[in-house]
């Protein structure tokens, strides 16, 4: 079983669209981390969360962290092509050590 | 920029043989780590290192073993490849314990295929 579960899995949409996908667990953690990656590259570091109930913004993102530290969310609006890509939350057990990753949502934005 | 380069970005192995994978970062960070990847089942930590010749087991390290002996090179060995190690693996770096919550420095992958 996974100890953070992604959904959707998959997303498909049309450019200027707006969605949200989601991080959840069981358990509480230190921190959330949300990546990005890209076909034949490797994850690439969008932001990190550390506090219950925070939020934070990149350009069109938008990350929360939940207030019992068990879930995230990112929202993209109007997305474009370029969001194309697999995107990973990654959450510490143990401040920063190491992370554990879900299994990603894999979002496709038509043009 | 943080460059964490992995040897090779397609590799193909006969079941049985004895398969290297080789990762450089030019950061000098302290920790260094490999994941494989599959479909669904995201990113699995195999092994990782905190420093020059120490290794500690990941989530999934049964048919693999590792060798660090300079800080910027981590090297991951599959014994006797076997046709479930077909995978894409990915290295990654970041900065000690002490800067907490730094982000993992990937490499773009080896996709290895054993046949």
């Known amino acids: 079983t996974q100890l953070l579960e992604q959904s959707p899995q998959f997303l498909s949409i049309q450019e200027g669209e707006n969605l949200t996908v989601y991080c959840n667990s069981s358990?509480?953690?230190?921190?959330l981390q949300w990546y990005r990656q890209e076909p034949g590259e490797g994850p690439v570091l969008l932001v990190t969360v550390v506090t219950g109930g925070e939020v934070k913004k990149l350009k069109r993102l938008t990350f929360q962290f939940g207030d019992a530290r068990k879930d995230s969310s990112l929202h993209i609006t109007a997305a474009q092509p370029g969001d194309t890509g697999l995107y990973l939350c990654?959450?510490?057990?143990?401040?920063?050590?190491?992370?554990?990753f879900g299994p990603g949502t894999r979002l496709s934005v038509l043009p | 920029d943080v460059k964490v380069t992995q040897s090779s970005r397609y590799l193909v192995k006969r079941t049985g043989e004895k398969v290297f994978l080789e990762c450089v970062q030019d950061m000098d960070h302290e920790n260094m780590f490999w994941y494989r990847q599959d479909p669904g089942l995201g990113l699995r930590l195999i092994y990782f290192?905190?420093?020059?010749?120490?290794?500690e087991k990941g989530d999934i390290p049964e048919g693999y073993s590792v060798s660090r002996e300079k800080k910027e090179r981590f090297s991951l060995i599959l014994e006797s490849a076997s046709t479930n190690q077909t995978s894409m693996y990915l290295c990654a770096s970041s900065p000690p314990l002490s800067f907490r919550d730094q982000p993992q420095h990937f490499g773009d992958g080896t996709r290895l295929s054993i046949l």
């Open positions: 290192s905190y420093d020059v010749k120490m290794k």
């Open positions: 990654a959450a510490s057990v143990n401040y920063g050590q190491n992370f554990v």
């Open positions: 358990s509480v953690f230190s921190s």
